[in-house]
């Protein structure tokens, strides 16, 4: 936890066996006969109950320690919604009527915590793992080790109150740079740093924008040498001067590491002397890379503790030494659940600095991702702490980071379930998410990139990812460039690079919605229940979400225009979607209006994923670039969808380092008043250096005639030039 006690005004009153606490938001009521507590609002309308005689405490022998095991019950009402509890790869939106068992893995990432559509949420706060389940009578967590049963309940009103109040609790999201939102290349592996660089300098020839590569692993050579934090590999033998290549490109570099390390690296060694390492087999468990493992020759890789401070102080030495001096712009945290391979219950008395490994599992990505932010932003503060990671606890968006969901398998189920997973996820309060776009493996399809199944699955989920937080291309089996999918005139490859494209014109948007994230506790990937609790028909829909607040974004996810090996584009098919009641709707590619509460077929060839914008927004479009600095921002169509009062908020800095947190940034609110047809650009607050005193916004009022999707509007309503200061128009 980062919130420290304050004081809070509330009243007691006691009628006969019930004692009642209020504050100026809840109402807690203690049966002082039977120990029951019961959570209201200021109106008294029940939110939430412990179940009568619902407290465990069970002895438990805990590696030696003599603790309990713990749990509680809670009563919900019978057809109550509630989401969270982490990520998993289910395909649930609403998460009632099941049972998880949360230790963290590969690709499911538990958060003890859910959020009702009453607008209350719980947070069970406790690291070891927890069995939580759901029935028609009660609503549970039991957690192997406790001293305490210790929860938290927020009422936040909705959903966004919720996960305001759990980032006031846990921490809240700082800003990433704005590199980190273009568009990213990656594969498992880039075997050399001439590979590497030649990458990036073929999307340059190419034309095809690109802000990101990332090197993976066995850049430090052998097993036995795993996570050396040191290029010792001899396929790259100037690291700096790849580093500097790929800097030269106007590209940005981020790199794997673990948390583990191999018996003949120098960090193993001195872990070792401070009793820093833990003992149960993980990856690789080879020290030989032949596939598959020849576990004769063991690894001897071990898991290090980054529960112990000087633990975490041994991990970033190496790691500034080796290279973030090198101008590495960030991290690739790979396994931080971490992996634990051929499972025995003895492994969680595991000895950690806080007690044993079972009290602390869950909390593992925490303290590892939290060890290097810390460190990192503690040596430097010219480039904001990136960290993509495969796990996640509560309270890791303090952190700057963004978790993708683990190796998940290339499959139309796969691709839908990825929605779900990342709506929940984003629901516990961590507002950063992706997958690898594509799916890691590519096991249920033979031919790999000669498949033509595969090659739509991969068009439509490359689709998805221009609509989530980081979009990141990245799998085994076969390597996953643009340039692998033919060529400019086929098909899949226009449909990729034209939603690369269209991620990079839509910055001016996406970054603006990260300040919201961080200002005012938003979330990015907005499941439906966030902006519109009160449509049923909206609750348990998981396969659309807003993007930002004005962005529906509904994926396709199976397969229109291939059957085995055959690809077929004559008939072009449709996608069913659902347009929440409570606005009106206008298709972005088309501008034609709908109203809400109502499901639509929209045609779907594969260069268009269906995507719609609520009345009363006002987008900023940006100009084409090849990466998302190219250019500024000084000449933005700014696109009103009139049908309801509305506003945006175009917020802008220097892209990266903490200035921001020292007041460099300005922000220009533009509002729209539909029944005036006025819109108003407002005095520009802040400023920053390397701030445009002036500029112009070419404003457009969309509709069926000229809403032409991500190309520049021809016929402009009206061209401001902004100085700064208010400007109303008329339109």
Not at 302 to 331: C, H, Q, S, T
Request: charged share 25%; hydrophobic share 35%; with cysteine.
């Amino acid at each position: 936890m980062i919130k420290t006690p304050q004081k809070t005004s509330f009243t007691i009153k006691e009628n006969g066996n019930v004692l009642s606490v209020s504050s100026p938001i809840i109402i807690v009521k203690l049966n002082l006969k039977n120990g029951q507590i019961v959570f209201a609002d200021r109106k008294g309308e029940q939110l939430l109950a412990e179940k009568v005689s619902g407290i465990a405490f069970t002895d438990f022998n805990d590696a030696g320690n003599p603790t309990f095991s713990v749990s509680q019950s809670f009563v919900l009402d019978k057809d109550e919604a509630i989401y969270g509890l982490g990520q998993q790869q289910q395909g649930k939106m609403i998460q009632r009527n099941l049972k998880l068992n949360m230790v963290q893995g590969n690709t499911d990432d538990y958060v003890p915590f859910f959020q009702s559509v009453k607008g209350y949420g719980l947070f069970w706060d406790n690291y070891s793992p927890t069995l939580f389940s759901d029935t028609q009578d009660e609503t549970s967590f039991k957690s192997d080790v406790g001293d305490c049963v210790d929860y938290y309940f927020m009422a936040g009103g909705n959903a966004d109150g919720v996960i305001a109040q759990m980032r006031d609790l846990t921490g809240q999201a700082p800003m990433f740079p704005l590199w980190t939102f273009g568009f990213w290349q990656s594969k498992e592996r880039y075997k050399s740093q001439d590979e590497t660089v030649g990458v990036v300098r073929k999307y340059r020839e190419l034309g095809v924008p690109l802000d990101g590569i990332i090197q993976d692993w066995q850049y430090w050579g052998n097993n036995y040498l795993w996570n050396a934090m040191e290029f010792l590999n001899e396929e790259f033998p100037n690291p700096q001067k790849m580093v500097d290549e790929v800097h030269h490109l106007n590209a940005h570099m981020i790199i794997s590491i673990w948390n583990s390390f191999g018996p003949q690296t120098k960090q193993y060694k001195e872990l070792e002397k401070i009793g820093a390492l833990m003992d149960f087999q993980t990856w690789p468990q080879s020290g030989s890379t032949l596939w598959p493992p020849k576990r004769d020759y063991p690894s001897g890789v071990r898991v290090y503790d980054p529960f112990n401070p000087e633990a975490r102080d041994i991990y970033w030495k190496y790691l500034n030494n080796g290279i973030f001096r090198l101008g590495m712009d960030g991290w690739w945290m790979d396994s931080s659940e971490p992996d634990h391979l051929d499972f025995k219950p003895i492994d969680l008395d595991n000895k950690t600095y806080l007690g044993s490994f079972r009290k602390v599992r869950n909390a593992y990505p925490l303290m590892t991702v939290g060890g290097l932010s810390q460190h990192q932003r503690a040596t430097s503060s010219d480039k904001r702490v990136f960290i993509l990671t495969r796990s996640a606890f509560a309270g890791q968006q303090r952190y700057g980071a963004n978790t993708w969901s683990g190796d998940v398998t290339a499959s139309w189920d796969v691709l839908k379930n990825q929605i779900s997973a990342g709506l929940n996820f984003s629901l516990c309060g961590i507002p950063y998410w992706n997958s690898d776009i594509g799916g890691f493996f590519l096991s249920r399809f033979r031919k790999k990139l000669d498949d033509a199944g595969y090659r739509e699955l991969y068009a439509r989920w490359l689709q998805f990812g221009a609509f989530c937080p980081m979009m990141r291309s990245h799998g085994a089996d076969a390597p996953r460039e643009i340039y692998q999918f033919g060529k400019k005139g086929d098909k899949v490859y226009d449909a990729i690079e034209k939603f690369i494209h269209l991620r990079y014109i839509l910055l001016p948007y996406i970054y603006s919605a990260s300040w919201e994230v961080t200002a005012n506790q938003s979330s990015m990937m907005r499941a439906l229940v966030m902006d519109f609790a009160h449509d049923k028909k909206a609750l348990d829909i998981n396969d659309e979400y807003m993007f930002g607040n004005s962005i529906l974004v509904c994926p396709v996810t199976h397969a229109m225009y291939s059957k085995d090996t055959e690809e077929d584009f004559s008939v072009i098919r449709s996608r069913e979607l659902y347009l929440p009641a409570g606005s009106d709707w206008f298709d972005f590619w088309t501008g034609e209006r709908f109203s809400g509460g109502i499901t639509v077929a929209k045609e779907a060839p594969l260069d268009i994923m269906p995507l719609y914008v609520k009345a009363g927004s006002i987008l900023p479009v940006g100009p084409k670039v090849q990466f998302a600095a190219e250019k500024k921002w000084d000449n933005l169509e700014i696109r009103v969808y009139d049908g309801a009062d509305g506003g945006f908020t175009l917020y802008e800095d220097e892209n990266d380092n903490y200035n921001y947190e020292k007041g460099a940034f300005s922000t220009i609110t533009f509002t729209w008043n539909d029944a005036k047809k006025r819109l108003t650009i407002n005095e520009r607050s802040g400023s920053f250096p390397g701030m445009m005193k002036e500029r112009k916004f070419r404003i457009v009022k969309v509709s069926r005639v000229n809403g032409i999707g991500m190309e520049p509007v021809e016929q402009v309503d009206q061209t401001i030039t902004y100085d700064g200061g208010k400007v109303s128009v008329k339109l």
